[in-house]
């Protein structure tokens, strides 16, 4: 009898999590199913979830390593709150995440892992395979580890080396059950082993072995398909946060006419900006992995000094140790970006985990009266052009720029629509010219406040610069009281006047209503999901979410005005609004805070959202 057909159920989107011990591979099963799911026309967007410990003990918690991708037919904004899918290869990543599945979910189970051993050290009193406790969710479990060994016995492949693919068994079932095709996941094991013939058969067999259970099993009924996305035309790419941030500068970079250097030290989560413009020396791009923090920024001060687009880049403990350069880059005023993606703290706190909860550490942590200009970065794609923005602003004002980005962006990927780099604003540094008449380091645009860029070597243009005051204008050495004031006010004036050169802020939703809910950095999708959902039961909510910081966009007070109750959402506990209350104490607003090292989930938002609308 002729085997019958699944039925195929459509889906407007679903929730994909792999979870494992830290050496299952579930980064890798979780980057192949994304590209594969891009491929196939989806919009998408992904985390990794990985431990801080370099090798926690096997089998534990501690060492779960987590993917976890949001792929549909409609614009993907966030992650996903709870998983549809969850793919579980041992009983710790199924204790620690089984809290994050929907009730129902499909579980993806290696029962091969479920031993006493392995189910006590996770920390379970009964194995949750036979003890009730997963009625709710539908179970696919699966003998992957032994089911891998066989595929590779048929191989000639001893069961160690057979074990490495399991995940790839695993990855096979989720293709079936989300009826993807196995096509790209082959061309990537032809490319990544070409060179060994007998690890590319092994890992086709296995995703083969996997996807073909999953025709047969009984637990499989149907299978699923998500359509295609609407996207304009144009060529796409699932692009990492940090890779993008990296991208933004190499574009800034051409569109500046200015050599790109970048003086950093490694510290998560942003060391793979490091990494990534280390690729492109064909480029221009020079790259210097310093020796601490502080040598980092100091090399990127003295790579702006001689007419580069200099930038450092970090986390919120290394942005501690820059900050006295950060003082000297704005005394000298030569333009540089700095890049703080956002971890939890303090100290050395959570370092695979993503906060807010560095803005006021950006906006007053350094000595004196020492103004830089803030922009922040909302999502993967975004963080391309706020880099190539912070660039923008740090060259034609002359002042050191802070981008802001966070650990969920700066690992998290999303499609991104690759623009052409003629079709980016041009960038003009003031840079001075040869024998330029008259020529003084600090005479200032009247407009804008910059001062000229003598670049080293022009002719005619000596000048000296350095962490002692200035005269005005002259830029000799000068404690004068009455200079410094001049000089402080024009520095933090210079920072305001950009107010003039950046957008106005723009409002999701109506202009007016009941609820204005404020936003930064990562926050920005789930908030617009929120969003939505009240504007769909008819509640006149809208959203402002803010990609420009310091200075604030000049419409910020009229966006407020048309609002009888205001939020900010933070993963802080209170850091933007308390410099909105600083800077707007005629409003009245109210907050909500989270501070576990995990974004908002959709449901959360619109709790509070009701809450505030229902009161008087």
């Not at 479920?114 to 009625?135: C, H, M, Q, T, V």
């Not at 790109?260 to 510290?267: A, D, E, H, Q, R």
């Not at 623009?419 to 040869?434: F, S, T, V």
């Amino acid at each position: 009898m002729a085997k019958k057909s699944k039925p195929i159920v459509d889906l407007e989107d679903v929730v994909v999590k792999f979870v494992g011990d830290s050496g299952d591979g579930m980064q890798l099963v979780g980057t192949l199913f994304s590209e594969t799911a891009a491929l196939d026309g989806n919009d998408l967007a992904t985390f990794p979830d990985f431990p801080a410990e370099i090798r926690a003990p096997h089998n534990t918690v501690a060492g779960v390593s987590g993917f976890q991708v949001h792929i549909g037919k409609k614009k993907i904004l966030t992650t996903g709150d709870y998983c549809d899918v969850l793919v579980t290869m041992n009983p710790a990543s199924l204790k620690s995440n089984l809290k994050w599945a929907k009730h129902g979910a499909t579980l993806i189970l290696d029962t091969d892992t479920f031993d006493p051993a392995a189910i006590e050290k996770a920390g379970y009193s009964s194995n949750p395979l036979e003890d009730r406790s997963l009625e709710k969710y539908h179970l696919v479990k699966a003998p992957i580890t032994s089911l891998t060994r066989e595929a590779g016995k048929d191989l000639g492949v001893d069961n160690k080396t057979a074990e490495r693919s399991k995940n790839m068994f695993a990855l096979g079932i989720l293709y079936y059950l989300l009826n993807k095709p196995l096509d790209n996941t082959f061309r990537f094991f032809e490319t990544k082993f070409k060179k060994k013939p007998d690890v590319i058969k092994l890992n086709k067999a296995v995703l083969q072995a996997g996807y073909n259970f999953a025709d047969t099993v009984e637990a499989i009924s149907s299978q699923y398909t998500i359509p295609k996305a609407t996207m304009e035309k144009g060529k796409y790419r699932n692009i990492v946060g940090n890779t993008a941030v990296a991208w933004g500068f190499i574009a800034a970079s051409e569109r500046s006419g200015r050599p790109l250097f970048l003086g950093s030290y490694p510290i998560t989560p942003a060391t793979e900006i490091l990494m990534e413009l280390a690729k492109h020396k064909s480029l221009g791009v020079k790259v210097f992995q310093a020796e601490d923090e502080i040598a980092g920024i100091c090399s990127a001060i003295g790579a702006a000094y001689t007419g580069s687009l200099a930038i450092t880049t970090t986390s919120g403990p290394g942005l501690s140790l820059k900050s006295e350069a950060i003082g000297l880059a704005v005394m000298t005023e030569l333009p540089m970006v700095i890049v703080d993606v956002q971890r939890g703290g303090p100290s050395t706190g959570l370092p695979t985990k993503s906060e807010q909860s560095d803005l006021l550490q950006a906006l007053f942590g350094r000595n004196g009266e020492c103004p830089v200009i803030i922009v922040a970065a909302s999502s993967p794609a975004n963080a391309f052009y706020m880099a190539f923005e912070a660039a923008k602003l740090a060259l034609e004002h002359m002042t050191p720029t802070m981008l802001l980005s966070e650990g969920v962006i700066g690992f998290g990927s999303e499609l991104f629509k690759i623009p052409k780099a003629a079709d980016l604003p041009a960038i003009q540094p003031p840079i001075a010219k040869p024998n330029e008449p008259d020529y003084k380091p600090f005479r200032r645009d009247p407009e804008t406040l910059v001062r000229k860029w003598a670049l080293p070597g022009t002719e005619g243009l000596r000048h000296r610069v350095g962490g002692l005051e200035k005269e005005n204008i002259t830029g000799i050495v000068s404690t004068d009281p009455l200079n410094h004031q001049l000089m402080v006010n024009l520095r933090a004036e210079k920072v305001q006047k950009v107010q003039n050169f950046i957008p106005r802020q723009e409002i999701y939703g109506d202009p007016e209503g009941d609820l204005l809910v404020i936003g930064w950095g990562s926050t920005k999708g789930a908030i617009q999901y929120a969003v939505d959902e009240m504007r769909a039961a008819g509640k006149k909510v809208s959203h402002a979410h803010f990609h420009y910081i310091m200075p604030l966009p000049k419409n910020t007070p009229e966006v407020f005005a048309g609002f009888k109750k205001i939020i900010v959402c933070e993963l802080n506990s209170g850091q933007f609004i308390y410099y909105l209350r600083m800077l707007f104490p005629q409003f009245k607003y109210s907050q909500y805070n989270k501070v576990q090292g995990l974004p908002f989930v959709v449901n959360e938002l619109t709790a509070v959202f009701n809450q505030i609308l229902e009161e008087e």
